[in-house]
T-cell receptor, first 114, second 114 residues
Framework: SQKIEQNSEALNIQEGKTATLTCNYT??????LQWYRQDPGRGPVFLLLIRENEKEKRKERLKVTFDTTLKQSLFHITASQPADSATYLCALDWGKAAGNKLTFGGGTRVLVKP | EADIYQTPRYLVIGTGKKITLECSQTMGHDKMYWYQQDPGMELHLIHYSYGVNSTEKGDLSSESTVSRIRTEHFPLTLESARPSHTSQYLCASSVRTGGLETQYFGPGTRLLVL
């Protein structure tokens, strides 16, 4: 069965530095890969989506890469701020043929220290 | 903020009680989903709907049931709550825009069954 691995250990980082999170998966590459942010006691909020034929996507201070050969996505937060502290989830999106169902990873908690 | 609402936000209930978790969205989205999430763990899809009168079971087996009589409303029911049902339940809806689909989540319902 498909497995998604995100680092379960929290990532502690100094304000202003770049946080890099990994999302590894097994078996089949999805049509898309999505990243969400989840704050304690809240539902996830969509951040970025990258297609399987895209190498990189950027949105403000966020950057996502997608390597279907390595079966890996990297999520970068540049110039991190304490407000970026949250749990970040990657989700495999199997595309229209599979009803765009998502399979979520367990998330990586990021703590940005001032 | 997405216009998707869940009630109650917190529920403590005794074993054997019947409960209904409410989910409503005002965005007119056809697709809706229910996820179950334990603390620090992945979201698991338990039910989804592609429109009125359409309901399907998700990847994680659940003793709950759902109904979709109106587009905006997707309630989840447990006929007889048990301590093993203690978890957070997240409702989501999605829309397809420009060939891409992303999910909007409600704030969740934290359920504790004693």
């Amino acid at each position: 069965s498909q497995k998604i691995e995100q680092n379960s250990e929290a990532l502690n980082i100094q304000e202003g530095k770049t946080a890099t999170l990994t999302c590894n998966y097994t078996n089949y590459s999805p049509a898309y890969l999505q990243w969400y942010r989840q704050d304690p006691g809240r539902g996830p909020v969509f951040l970025l989506l990258i297609r399987e034929n895209e190498k990189e996507k950027r949105k403000e201070r966020l950057k996502v890469t997608f390597d279907t050969t390595l079966k890996q996505s990297l999520f970068h937060i540049t110039a991190s701020q304490p407000a970026d502290s949250a749990t970040y989830l990657c989700a495999l999106d199997w595309g229209k043929a599979a009803g765009n169902k998502l399979t979520f990873g367990g998330g990586t908690r990021v703590l940005v220290k001032p | 903020e997405a216009d998707i609402y869940q009630t109650p936000r917190y529920l403590v209930i005794g074993t054997g009680k019947k409960i209904t978790l409410e989910c409503s969205q005002t965005m007119g989205h056809d697709k809706m989903y229910w996820y179950q999430q334990d603390p620090g763990m992945e979201l698991h899809l338990i039910h989804y709907s592609y429109g009125v009168n359409s309901t399907e079971k998700g990847d994680l087996s659940s003793e709950s049931t759902v109904s979709r009589i109106r587009t905006e409303h997707f309630p989840l029911t447990l006929e007889s709550a048990r301590p093993s049902h203690t978890s957070q339940y997240l409702c989501a809806s999605s829309v397809r825009t420009g060939g891409l689909e992303t999910q909007y989540f409600g704030p969740g319902t934290r359920l504790l069954v004693l």
